[in-house]
């Protein structure tokens, strides 16, 4: 079992829809990501929360706003999305800042934006 | 700076083959980091190996192995007697202390792996 959780699994959403995607995880990570897959790419990272501190924004429009409620919870709140934000987005922890930490991903949420 | 090279798109094997995915590496660090991470059609990316540039000791895990030269900048992991459910999207990644300090890993483009009945 996967020990970040992200819901929901896919999500079909109208252009001027708020909607929001979740990811909770229970490993006493500090550090938790963002990212977004497009098919056949590779993920693509959009924020980096570090103790629950926005710490990277790669240049992500403010269509797609985070929050870090606590050290467990990861949020992503998606409003007034474009067809081409339709994708696969993968949430993800670490165990701490250091490169040489692996990452751990939940099995991500499906995005389509109609 | 710093790029990771996955020229294999696409392999298709048949069952109990086996197949080497080919990863090569740039980067100005002398300290770095190399993973490979497993994606199957379920979407979770799967952390199978890391290894630091200080260590080229080759690693062999059950029927997966993988062979780290620094001479020649590359990375590549071998899957033997491989099985169907090895069919996955493989990426080989790279973090350095120039761009990894908070986790930003540097992806190649993925291979993906197709093994056949």
């Known amino acids: 079992d996967t020990e970040v959780t992200q819901t929901p699994k896919h999500l079909v959403m109208g252009m001027t829809n708020k909607k929001s995607l979740k990811c909770e995880q229970h490993m006493g990570h500090r550090a938790m990501y963002w990212y977004k897959q497009k098919a056949k790419k590779p993920p693509e990272l959009m924020f980096v929360y570090s103790y629950e501190k926005l710490s990277i924004n790669e240049s992500v429009p403010s269509r797609f706003s985070p929050e870090c409620p606590n050290s467990s919870l990861l949020n992503l709140h998606l409003h007034a999305l474009q067809p081409e934000d339709s994708a696969l987005y993968l949430c993800?922890?670490?165990?701490?800042?250091?490169?040489?930490?692996?990452?751990?991903f939940g099995e991500g949420s499906r995005l389509t934006v109609l | 700076a710093q790029k990771v090279t996955q020229a294999q798109t696409e392999i298709s094997v048949v069952e109990k083959e086996d197949v080497t995915l080919d990863c090569v590496y740039e980067?100005?660090?002398?300290?770095?980091?190399l993973f490979w991470y497993k994606q199957p059609p379920s979407g979770e990316l799967v952390f199978l190996i890391r290894?630091?540039?200080?260590?080229?000791q080759n690693e062999i895990s059950g029927r997966y192995s993988w062979n780290f030269q620094k001479s020649t900048s590359s990375f590549n992991f071998t899957i033997t007697a491989s099985q169907v459910v090895d069919s996955a999207v493989y990426f080989c990644?790279?973090?350095?202390?120039?761009?990894?300090?908070?986790?930003?890993?540097?992806f190649g483009k993925g291979t993906k792996l197709s093994v056949k009945p």
């Open positions: 980067t100005r660090d002398t300290t770095y980091y």
């Open positions: 290894r630091n540039s200080f260590d080229e």
């Open positions: 993800a922890t670490k165990g701490g800042e250091h490169p040489s930490r692996e990452l751990f």
């Open positions: 990644a790279l973090s350095d202390t120039l761009a990894g300090s908070q986790g930003n890993l540097i």
